[in-house]
């Protein structure tokens, strides 16, 4: 009987085939869907066998042009980071009240009894590990704009980026063990970050159960090792600070044995170039290590290292549910945008949208690092000032790719300009920046001081706390749907409405574009099928 | 298709146990990295284990005799350690601010209306917040240009926010079983979500004395 069932099931019975047989957008996108699992495993099987990890499959490129090195280069720092890594190993002690000490009679080495090259080898260790992330966000940029991740090298792009995540964290794991200032903070809002979790909004669907699962309390800590940072929190850092790197050289090593790679596209005279850099960096600038941690003090200004800085600046800007939603969702948007770009052309001036978006990323990674090293922030003046340079950089590639477009087809203005697009991107930009500017849940104190004057000066019986408390339940919130009456009434709701603009009009925006896009991609199917039915049976003549 | 079946059938069979086993063995890997009391399927989606921590004197009424006298302590919270010790004495600092007779909700015979005490760790990511007593520095340093009458606000150096220690902000939570409907500490500027963490306390002996403390923060 049972087996009977899975049969017709398995069997893909008439009716399930009724609906794949059928013409358009369902019967297409239920066609997709019958088929994703298949058609996932060959995607996956073709990409994999094209997956090039340290553009290997460079070689001779990499012998004119140095940015098909990279690669290589890549492979040579993550070698000697991996092997001072474990020379450090044997002095290093993952205790929290030994860490710092530990570390000091490595570096200190014209100090008694101190070891000799422990700060050479340190610095190796600490500059490979930039090196490391240097080239790695260089080579992520090169595939990026040279378009190299399409025509089934998508997984290339994908593992690199993930590559480059991976060590980012083997970085932020990494200087947590040196028990300093800078390593404790970084650590308690990395810890923190994953709490976030445990707020969504109950108005997202699921989202109070999702809350109650306390996903984020657990996230954080497995991280932690407990309710806190503590020993358990160094040892853990240590085991995952380690297992990351190794691991993923077995991998790669694997890989190199079973299809027989060049491992390393540079030369011995490269390498030994970039060794003595990093050799000359260590001697001149010794690593440092900052004062231990101390939880009773965080320092003012407090740094992350140079690689987390950006994003750092980005969380001062942000609501903290939104933030954290962004700092996970930043890989994943860059994820998407690649599946985005589906057209064959690789060259510079023909996808113009997509080096925006590499362009856009460079200048807010390098313009926020420089504001936070400086201590620059007005958040009041910042925040809307992004957003709005954000839909700028998006709209001129846009219009570069449309002038392209319009050249290549030799079509009219109208037959290639997408309004839906054009339109998404305006009405968030200009939605988003104006709720930022007037409707934002920062500095409503000075913006607010004016009206309460202005009240006070009306009103002589008012206490200036009563003002301020009228003003603060006026003051729009980050709350989508609910329009506090009392703003209303108060004729103020203008972040409220500027929010809703945004969310309608961009989802409408979306929706709208998804489904023309279907039709259209439906019907060109359906065309083509038909081109090779007719070539399959050609009518005879006279029937 | 159809002349698979028997093969695709004994597959299915094979495959349920096999996905089966690895759903349990995964679940005991997340054990391992989470070792919580609370166990089976439970343990998965458990809020972390708490320890009962021995009350401490905060400050004397001493220390804080003039309105804005402010103390700073530490209380030390015994919360879970997944390490051969099993527990560890967090360090969890604190303030405490002796506010003016004018701040509504100070009763001049009720001594423990004067105080506020509250956690150091910021709601927002967890750094440790400071008492500002000065308008400059809380403007060049914290991006917060205060309004007058100016009287002194807890700021943080991480990413800027701003506390009023004079104004409550409405929250609903429990410490230990208490429950609040507000705290003080009302957020003015900066991304925070939410007022510091509280702590509740006891005037014994003309000590302030700590008794428990709001979970959540990462000590």
């Known amino acids: 009987m049972l087996e009977k069932f899975i049969s017709f099931l398995l069997g893909r019975p008439a009716w399930l085939r009724s609906l794949i047989n059928k013409r358009g957008v369902v019967g297409h996108l239920w066609h997709a869907l019958w088929n994703a699992g298949p058609n996932l495993l060959d995607w996956l099987q073709g990409r994999w066998k094209k997956m090039d990890l340290f553009d290997e499959s460079f070689t001779e490129e990499a012998k004119t042009n140095p940015w098909y090195a990279l690669g290589g280069m890549w492979y040579w720092v993550w070698v000697l980071v991996l092997v001072s890594g474990f020379v450090l190993m044997i002095y290093y002690v993952p205790v929290t009240d030994q860490a710092f000490k530990s570390i000091e009679r490595i570096q200190y080495n014209w100090k008694w009894g101190s070891i000799p090259i422990g700060a050479i080898v340190r610095g190796i260790h600490k500059y490979g590990a930039d090196s490391f992330i240097i080239l790695a966000t260089l080579r992520v940029y090169r595939i990026w704009f040279t378009g190299s991740y399409k025509q089934g090298h998508e997984l290339t792009f994908i593992v690199s980026l993930l590559i480059l995540i991976v060590g980012m964290y083997s970085g932020l794991t990494g200087y947590l063990l040196i028990w300093n200032q800078r390593a404790l903070w970084a650590t308690k809002v990395m810890a923190t970050f994953p709490l976030y979790l445990d707020q969504n909004p109950t108005w997202i669907p699921g989202g109070a159960f999702i809350n109650a699962t306390n996903q984020g309390k657990t996230t954080a800590q497995i991280l932690l090792g407990g309710t806190s940072i503590g020993p358990a929190t160094v040892t853990r850092f240590y085991s995952f600070h380690f297992m990351l790197s190794f691991l993923l050289m077995i991998f790669f090593e694997l890989r190199v044995y079973n299809h027989s790679f060049k491992r390393m596209n540079i030369s011995h005279w490269t390498k030994f170039i970039i060794f003595s850099i990093i050799l000359l960096v260590t001697i001149f600038v010794p690593a440092a290590f900052g004062s231990p941690a101390n939880p009773e003090v965080t320092p003012n200004p407090i740094l992350s290292d140079w690689y987390f800085l950006a994003m750092y600046h980005m969380l001062k800007l942000q609501d903290p549910y939104l933030a954290t939603v962004l700092t996970v969702g930043i890989p994943v948007l860059v994820l998407i945008a690649l599946f985005l770009d589906r057209r064959p052309e690789k060259a510079w001036g023909q996808r113009q949208i997509f080096n925006w978006i590499g362009i856009g990323g460079c200048i807010y990674f390098i313009v926020f690092s420089f504001l936070i090293i400086n201590s620059i922030a007005d958040l009041h003046r910042d925040a809307p000032l992004w957003y709005y340079s954000m839909g700028l950089f998006l709209l001129i590639g846009y219009f570069q790719d449309w002038a392209y477009v319009m050249k290549r087809d030799n079509a009219r203005w109208y037959q290639t300009f997408h309004i839906f697009f054009v339109g998404f991107i305006v009405v968030s930009m200009s939605a988003n920046t104006l709720y930022h500017y007037y409707g934002d849940i920062r500095e409503w104190n000075t913006l607010s001081k004016p009206m309460m004057l202005e009240m006070l000066a009306q009103n002589p019986a008012l206490t200036q706390d009563q003002a301020y408390d009228i003003l603060e339940a006026t003051r729009p919130t980050l709350n989508l749907w609910k329009t506090p009456a009392a703003a209303i009434t108060a004729g103020k709701p203008v972040g409220m409405e500027l929010w809703k603009i945004h969310v309608v009009g961009w989802l409408g925006f979306m929706v709208l574009g998804t489904v023309i896009g279907l039709r259209r991609w439906a019907r060109k199917r359906d065309l083509a099928a038909d081109a090779v039915l007719a070539k399959a049976k050609p009518k005879t003549v006279g029937a | ?219």
Request: proline share 11%; glycine share 8%.
């Open chain 2, 1 to 219: 298709m159809e002349d698979n079946t028997r093969r695709m059938l004994l597959k299915t069979l094979t495959t349920l146990p096999i996905i089966g086993a690895s759903v349990l063995a995964m679940h005991a890997l997340l054990r391992y990295f989470r070792p919580t009391l609370a166990g089976g399927v439970k343990a998965l989606m458990a809020p972390p284990d708490e320890v009962a921590s021995a009350p401490q004197v905060a400050a004397t009424l001493n220390d804080l005799t003039k309105p804005w006298d402010f103390k700073e302590f530490i209380y030390v919270r015994t919360s879970v350690e997944y390490s051969a010790n099993k527990t560890q004495g967090a360090k969890i600092p604190g303030f405490v601010v002796r506010l003016p007779d004018a701040v509504p909700g100070v009763d001049p015979k009720n001594p423990k209306t004067w105080f506020v005490v509250v956690q150091r760790i910021c709601p927002h990511l967890g750094c440790t917040f400071n008492f500002i007593p000065n308008r400059e520095e809380l403007s060049g340093g914290y991006n917060f240009a205060a309004p007058d009458p100016f009287h002194p606000y807890f700021a943080c150096p991480c990413h800027l926010s701003v506390y009023d220690p004079t104004r409550a902000q409405k929250i609903s939570g429990t410490v230990k079983g208490v429950s609040f409907d507000e705290l003080p500490g009302k957020v003015v500027s900066g991304p925070a979500p939410r007022p510091p963490r509280t702590m509740s306390f006891d005037i014994v002996d003309s000590k302030i004395l700590i008794t428990e403390t709001e979970g959540g923060g990462i000590g």
